[in-house]
């Protein structure tokens, strides 16, 4: 399996790892039985995410999509945070092995998670802004 110096850095060199101790949103994907689960911790101030990091149990890649998704979101506006698509994730990453392209549906699903929760605190229902946020199939396969 061939992977681009990009996921190769970003997996060398994750940035914004951990647990971020003042989210006000958190959420959880994945699956115990593929073996990746991703945890993003974002703070949002005035509609903006001004801090995010992650916590990633998994392969490489998954901690790569986890890493960059996260630089691709600081500073943005949860709306621009919304439209972060997996494909988005992988083109960033300059490609991935079709069967590790999950991780970076993962990646989307996570920071869609972590935004639900951040509005599920605030008293608003996050369905109609956020919509469904679907399993990831290749994780119950």
Known sequence: MIYSDKVMDHFSNPRNVGELA????????GNAKCGDIMKMYIKVE????TDISFKTFGCGAAI???????????????DDALKLTNK???EALE?????????S????????????DYYKRQGIDPTPIVGDI???????A
């Open 22 to 29: 003042d989210a006000n949103g958190i959420g959880e994907v």
């Open 46 to 49: 005035n509609n903006v995410i």
């Open 64 to 78: 790569a999509t986890s890493s960059i998704a996260t630089e691709m979101i600081k500073g943005k506006t949860i």
């Open 88 to 90: 988005a994730v992988v």
């Open 95 to 103: 490609g991935l092995p079709t069967s590790k392209i999950h991780c």
């Open 105 to 116: 549906v993962l990646a989307e699903q996570a920071i869609k998670a972590a935004v639900s």
């Open 134 to 140: 679907e399993e990831c199939h290749a994780c119950h």
